[in-house]
């Protein structure tokens, strides 16, 4: 019995004991490293004369564009159009660097969303350069001549591709006299992170190459061009489908000046862009593509407006016209109005009758048209007036202005419906002027 107890008594005192240590413990830590709250000293007064600047390190490169961007409310300078409609391999937050580097020199950014040669040909109407970028879907042959004309007629276009994005380039840039090699390129002796990060330091001269002096290509193939190659790799720069140690071109132009072609997209690309002089280079192809040296034609109308437009009546009896093409130029983007008195600086509309031609001969004469008892043109022998109208454009000077003449009232409405729809353009005559039966 007494050994029983003594055992149950064991089995009390130890717990006993344990918990007398652990309170113990515990109070003689939490005495010993907590002693209240902190109170912070006062913080020095420090004049802010005396405050040293921290060594800044080498300075980013900073954009001086050739064509600074316009004030608010100032004409735009012109569009560039990107092309989404080939169900391009790429994002538009990797294009995000080239893009603003556009906008800062005063031109809109258009989207071609829409496939097809028609949606092309409309967009193109009113683009002032074309960024091409690793389309999936081929270019049609008729698609690929509406690009070959617009570059002809002083459209910028800028081709890009990288290796291991899929795409069908070569389809439109062989009819630009650029051919994308399907290689990549290497350095195993001199690289940046990895191999495939190769340095290029042999630039030709041209507007693009100006002030670069060494950049890094992270995944570049080569391109053959009929053109002028303005970068070249060094002789330990090699291609995945040739081990000869030649130069390289990842940067060219093609056949036309106004063409422009990279075999890599990453050196755009933030943060790659900050890498050596690549945003220098960025800033080359903003310029080069904000270059606004397009030749527009009548046919592409109303691309060729760029700014606000004045409309110029012959005669008070025509304000409703004069309205009705106000709102068609509204809907496309571009503001209009009526107005009394012909702004020399502004681009503008005229609108009237064939009686109203004195107020409009300097540009009919620039044409070579005369209205008289007959009208007559160089692409045309004398015509009756009845039930005729005529479309010309003049471009001679440092504005646009389309002139619309007809015999009657209603035989201008009937060309101001025309040109709302589009469908002026089968009665053109050359590319800027037309004359058309109005019943």
Known sequence: MLEQVLKVWKLLILPAFAIVVFLVTFFSSYQFFYRGGYTPPEAPDIYFEEILA???????????????????????????????????????????????RVYSRGYDVEFLVEPGEKALEEALRSADAFVVISPISPYE?????????????GGKVFLVAEPGRPNQINSLSERLGVSFRPDYLYNLAEHDSNFQEFFVRDFRPHTVTAGVGETVFF???????????????????????????????????GANRNVLAVHDLTFMIPPYNAIRDNDRLVANIADFLTENQRDYRLTDYPGFFKGDVDILLGQPDLFDLGANLKRSLLSLGINADVREVENSGQDTVFLGLYSDSSTVARYLDSAGV????????????????????????????ERDVLVALADTPEGLETIVKQLNAGTFRTGLADDFAGVYKTK
């Open 54 to 100: 921290i060594p800044e390190g080498p300075q980013a490169f900073q954009d001086e564009p050739i064509f600074a961007a316009n004030p608010v409310g100032a004409t735009n300078r012109g569009s560039l159009l990107v092309d989404t409609g080939h169900r391009n391999a790429f994002s538009t937050n990797e294009i995000t660097r080239i893009i603003n």
């Open 219 to 253: 995944y570049a193939g080569s391109i053959e061009t009929s053109g002028e190659y303005l970068a070249l790799t060094d002789g330990e720069t090699l291609s995945s489908i040739s081990r000869r140690s030649l130069p390289r071109a990842p940067l060219a132009t």
């Open 370 to 397: 005369r209205v008289g008892e007959s009208l007559t043109a160089p692409f045309t022998p004398g015509i009756p007036l009845e039930k005729t109208a005529v479309l010309l454009l003049d471009r001679s000077g």
């Open 141 to 153: 042959p008729a698609e690929a001549n509406l690009v070959v004309d617009f570059a002809e007629r």
